[in-house]
């Protein structure tokens, strides 16, 4: 891949970064679009925050299951060793 094309895909990657970190975190940025583009945007914007919103609660969920096993897994070696309570 020549120099230019990795560099035009980075470019257009770090707007598009930027693009969706603006339309999460600013609530008017939607309404200082063009008005063609504003319902598009919208959607967007829903999209982004759902999906946000979606991760945390699978980071949340992953984080608990992983405190469970390796509670679990504690427990199972205390058990086995004779150091259970």
Do not use: W, Y
Request: hydrophobic fraction near 40%; proline fraction near 2%.
């Amino acid at each position: 891949m020549r120099f230019s094309t990795v560099l035009a895909i980075a470019t257009g990657a770090a707007a598009a970064f930027t693009a969706a970190k603006r339309l999460m975190d600013r609530d008017d940025a939607v309404e200082q679009l063009p008005e063609s583009l504003q319902q598009p945007a919208t959607r967007a914007q829903s999209f982004l925050v759902d999906s946000r919103r979606k991760l945390s609660q699978a980071m949340a969920d992953a984080h608990e299951e992983e405190a469970t096993a390796e509670d679990e897994l504690r427990q199972e070696f205390l058990r086995r060793t004779g150091r259970a309570n």
